[in-house]
T-cell receptor
Framework: NAGVTQTPKFQVLKTGQSMTLQCAQDMNHNSMYWYRQDPGMGLRLIYYSASEGTTDKGEVPNGYNVSRLNKREFSLRLESAAPSQTSVYFC????????????FGPGTRLLVL | QKEVEQDPGPLSVPEGAIVSLNCTYSNSAFQYFMWYRQYSRKGPELLMYTYSSGNKEDGRFTAQVDKSSKYISLFIRDSQPSDSATYLCAMSALGGGSEKLVFGKGTKLTVNP
């Protein structure tokens, strides 16, 4: 099992460009999440999907859109990148119960110039 | 008041020391408590998981939860240089949509040989 995989590992964008971060999990989990991690700010939830076909906003959704393509895949799209979106992005997955822990991918480092 | 407070450190200790990492929280509905370890430039990985109050031990690691004080701790005995990482506490509550985790900002630990 690969667990949670993310592509790309690293990306440089210019302000205004768009891109999609990809995430896939092979653990048959119902729930998937996108976080960003910034120095001094910890992990902040951007969007999550409790189950296939549903998505909800997290703490910092502005400037992002998501798609739950199927049970395995959950993508994060930046339509018009801004320097404030420079961050490390983590995807995670879990069973859809509060008792279940989340499993994280290796992260995507994004630099917006 | 933030839902979860965690001293960011950094914390630097000599090899063999006992390390104590702590988080406080304000939401009395939290029932599930986790500690994640994050090595530099990697995704967080689950280290310890505790339900409700009490202690849990796993090798050199002990997790404690005191729900009356809204306080959780992670103890590392005989710390090793390989324990150098950022440690994040996380917690969740029962109830609808409560599969979301609330994270502390993380404490950076360095164990010096």
């Amino acid at each position: 099992n690969a667990g949670v995989t993310q592509t790309p590992k690293f990306q440089v964008l210019k302000t205004g460009q768009s891109m999609t971060l990809q995430c896939a999990q092979d653990m048959n989990h119902n729930s998937m999440y996108w976080y960003r991690q910034d120095p001094g700010m910890g992990l902040r939830l951007i969007y999550y999907s409790a189950s296939e076909g549903t998505t909800d906003k997290g703490e910092v959704p502005n400037g992002y859109n998501v798609s739950r393509l199927n049970k395995r895949e959950f993508s994060l799209r930046l339509e018009s990148a801004a320097p404030s979106q420079t961050s490390v992005y983590f995807c995670a997955s879990s069973e859809a119960r509060a008792s279940e822990t989340q499993y994280f991918g290796p992260g995507t480092r994004l630099l917006v110039l | 008041q933030k839902e979860v407070e965690q001293d960011p450190g950094p914390l630097s200790v000599p090899e063999g020391a006992i390390v104590s990492l702590n988080c406080t929280y304000s939401n009395s509905a939290f029932q599930y408590f986790m500690w994640y370890r994050q090595y530099s430039r990697k995704g967080p990985e689950l280290l310890m998981y505790t339900y409700s109050s009490g202690n849990k031990e796993d090798g050199r690691f002990t997790a404690q939860v005191d729900k009356s004080s809204k306080y959780i701790s992670l103890f590392i005995r005989d710390s090793q240089p390989s324990d150098s990482a950022t440690y994040l506490c996380a917690m969740s509550a029962l109830g609808g949509g409560s599969e979301k985790l609330v994270f502390g900002k993380g404490t950076k630990l360095t164990v010096n040989p």
